[in-house]
C-alpha cells in the first residue's frame, strides 16, 4: 500500500468505471474552452512507452524546505500542489470539483510548467541526471533511490544532491514525471 504516481492510459482517462477519470476529462476540457485552448483529446493507450509508476514513500520534510528555500508559493503549488498532472502548457492550474484519490478537488497542473521548476533545482542540487533512471518501468526511479545504487552513485560522485537523498528523490520524481508526461502525451494523477 502507499501512495503512487501513475500514467493514465486514453481508456481509463476517457472512462466511467471505477478507476475512470470521464469527470475530470471532461473538467479539463470545458475549463481549457474557456481559456480558448483547444480540448485535450489525445491519450495514448496502454502500452505507449512502458508504464509510469513511482512510489512516493521517502519522508517530504527536506523536499518541503529546499522549495520554500527556492521557490515562491505559486512555484511550490504549481511542482508539487496538483493531483493531476497533463501534458499541456497551463499557465495557470485548473481547480475542479471532482474528488481524487486524496483530496476533495482535483488540482491539474501542467507538465511544461512542472519540467521547468523541476530543472531548476535539479541544476540548484547538481542532481546526475545521467545516472538517475528515466523512468518508463515499474518502480525504476524509486528502486534506484531506496535500494542502495542512489548511495553508491552519492559515494562516486557527491554533491549538494548527495547530502538528502529523500530530497534528491522528489526533485528526480518531478521531473522524471513532467518528462514522461510530455514524451508520451499522457496524464499522471496520483494512485
Known sequence: MGV??????????FGRDEGGHADVAAGLNEELGRRGLPPYETVPGPGAGGWFEEKVSPPMQGFAAFCEAHLTEAERDTLFGWTVLVPLSLAERVLLPVD?????????????????????LAAILGLPLDA????GGNLELT???LDGEAGKAAA??????????????????YLRAAQYSLRYGCPIVYS
Do not use: H, K, M, N
Open 4 to 13: 503512487y504516481l501513475v500514467s493514465v492510459a486514453e481508456r481509463e482517462w
Open 143 to 145: 528502486a534506484w533511490f
Open 132 to 135: 538517475i533512471p528515466a523512468t
Open 156 to 173: 562516486a560522485g557527491p554533491g549538494p544532491w548527495s547530502e538528502d537523498l529523500d530530497t534528491a528523490f522528489y526533485v528526480a520524481l
Open 100 to 120: 481524487s484519490a486524496y483530496w476533495d478537488e482535483t488540482v491539474i497542473a501542467g507538465a511544461p510548467q512542472v519540467l521547468a521548476l523541476a530543472e531548476r
